[in-house]
């Protein structure tokens, strides 16, 4: 019994150091926009995948130069994304 807890620490503990060593290593657009200071990003949800009719909610947030958010309506997974330098 002991030598099965020792593979499972084993594989658990290989797999906490694999997640840790790409968590570095993600794709732009995949890392969180978070400190991105002088941008304003507006999030605007739709009901559906085709972002057709009116959006059902929003959120802006920014950096410009202190942090802000605004929201409004229901965030969905359904969402379209916009990046713009602080006016």
Do not use: D
């Amino acid at each position: 019994m002991t030598r099965h807890l020792g593979r499972r620490t084993g594989l658990v503990t290989g797999l906490a150091a694999a997640a840790v060593m790409t968590a570095g290593v993600l794709p732009a657009q995949a890392q969180s926009p978070a400190g991105k200071s002088g941008n304003v990003f507006t999030f605007t949800y739709y009901a559906n995948a085709a972002h057709t009719g009116s959006a059902v909610g929003q959120w802006i947030y920014g950096y410009c130069p202190g942090y802000f958010t605004n929201s409004w309506g229901t965030r969905t997974a359904y969402s379209v994304e916009s990046e713009e330098p602080c006016g």
